[in-house]
């Protein structure tokens, strides 16, 4: 019954793994085609002004996404201090949004 029980996970959740992986890949693609790590850092590249590691712990969706479209309203929301201000990226392809949003989401410490 373990066994069955088991097989059944992951016939049914093996499809879902592997789309996040090709979307965290693809925000990872995104990330560097926006080149962001003349702003932000991950690990040790990019600029440490603007470290990201841990904000996928940190941020929702959501929120992750209105730094990307709404940088202005975050700043003056979480009253922010950072200089220069974030650029906005209103123009950005929803599916690489997306995309971009899976991948700084999977940046747990």
């Known amino acids: 019954m373990v066994v069955a029980t088991l097989a059944f996970v992951v016939v049914v959740c093996a499809p879902g793994f592997a789309q996040d992986a090709a979307k965290i890949e693809r ?13 932000h850092s991950i690990g040790d590249v990019g600029n440490k002004k603007g470290p990201l590691d841990g904000v996928g712990g940190k941020l929702s969706a959501a929120d992750i996404k209105a730094w990307m479209i709404d940088p202005k309203g975050m700043t003056e929301k979480t009253k922010a201090t950072r200089k220069p201000p974030m650029k906005a990226y209103p123009t950005l392809k929803a599916e690489d949004a997306d995309a971009l949003v899976a991948y700084i989401q999977s940046l747990k410490k």
């Open 27 to 39: 925000g990872k693609a995104v990330y560097a085609e926006q080149k962001c790590s003349l702003c």
